[in-house]
């Protein structure tokens, strides 16, 4: 019986690439010089009573590559639109026009590119530490199934599984981040 005890990689990798995904999404959010979509993703807006994503409220379009303009659906919610905007911590200063938020993306001075390289390995270390939360989990699973009955050849293949899986996400996060460092230093 104790043969049959195994640790749920999947639902381990699911977990690391969940973190990963986190970062994919906090990466879109940094400005890099060049508009996207990306970048209001995170913005919420204090809508119908409760907290709403701004790609919900309009249409997210990159009509130029330094010009984001988001067509707000509902007029009422132009206004608190363009102050989560403001207040989003993105540095810019929307335009409005009617219904139409213009956000003209301003050319990254050196200084601001090296903070935004600063806040890129924030977010990134953030998500070494929830692989890494994740791989404590794994390890806990398997000192459980000590308990229950696993041998110790099993333990290090299994705590062997989870580590390559750890190292796997952890060169992934740390090649994402140089990525994205190299696209906030381009100029």
Same mark, same amino acid.
């Given at each position: ?33 060049? /508009?996207?979509? !990306?970048? *209001? #993703?995170?913005?919420?807006? @204090? ?5 709403? %994503? ?21 007029? /009422?919610?132009? !206004?608190? *639109? #363009?102050?989560?905007?403001? @207040? ?5 200063? %929307? ?93």
């Amino acid at each position: 019986m104790a043969d049959d005890i195994e640790i749920d990689l999947d639902d381990l990798e699911r977990r690391m690439e969940g973190a990963m995904g986190a970062l994919r999404t906090e990466f879109a959010s940094l400005r890099t010089g060049r /508009a996207s979509a !990306g970048m *209001v #993703e995170p913005i919420m807006v @204090e809508a119908y009573g409760q907290m709403t %994503p701004v790609n919900q409220l309009g249409t997210v379009n990159v009509p130029e590559p330094r010009m984001v303009t988001l067509n707000i659906w509902d007029k /009422a919610m132009v !206004g608190k *639109v #363009e102050k989560a905007i403001r @207040e989003s911590g993105l540095g810019i200063n %929307p335009q409005t026009n009617g219904t139409i938020i213009m956000l003209p993306i301003p050319e990254l001075n050196e200084e601001r590119r090296r903070e935004l390289t600063r806040v890129a390995a924030q977010y990134a270390e953030h998500a070494r530490v929830a692989v890494r939360n994740v791989r404590r989990d794994g390890m806990d699973q398997i000192k459980k199934a000590k308990g229950d009955g696993m041998s110790e050849d099993d333990q290090k293949f299994w705590s062997d599984e989870v580590q390559t899986l750890t190292d796997k996400m952890i060169a992934a996060v740390d090649k994402a981040l140089e990525a994205k460092q190299a696209e906030i230093m381009q100029v």
